[in-house]
């Protein structure tokens, strides 16, 4: 149960940031298309890509470490499965 536990508190440590600059950078172009009544999609299509491009940049290392942090517990854990 603790290695599943595990696995999904990863997942969703990993998953935050980009997911989270996607969510500011989507409602701030939102507000602006409802401000000045532009809709087209593409304009909150490629903002957010760009965005979560940056976010992948800038918490990269961060991510690695975790995912690696993660896969060293992993496969230390391991031989005590095959009990």
Do not use: C, H
Request: glycine share 4%; no cysteine; charged share 5%.
């Amino acid at each position: 149960m603790q290695l599943i536990r595990d696995a999904l508190t990863t997942t969703l440590l990993l998953a935050g940031p980009p997911m989270l600059f996607a969510l500011v950078v989507g409602l701030v172009i939102s507000i602006f298309q409802a401000v000045t009544q532009i809709n087209e999609m593409t304009l909150s299509f490629v903002p957010k890509i760009l965005a979560v491009f940056v976010s992948m940049v800038v918490f990269g290392p961060w991510m690695l470490n975790t995912i690696l942090t993660y896969t060293n517990s992993l496969f230390a854990y391991l031989p005590m499965l095959a009990r």
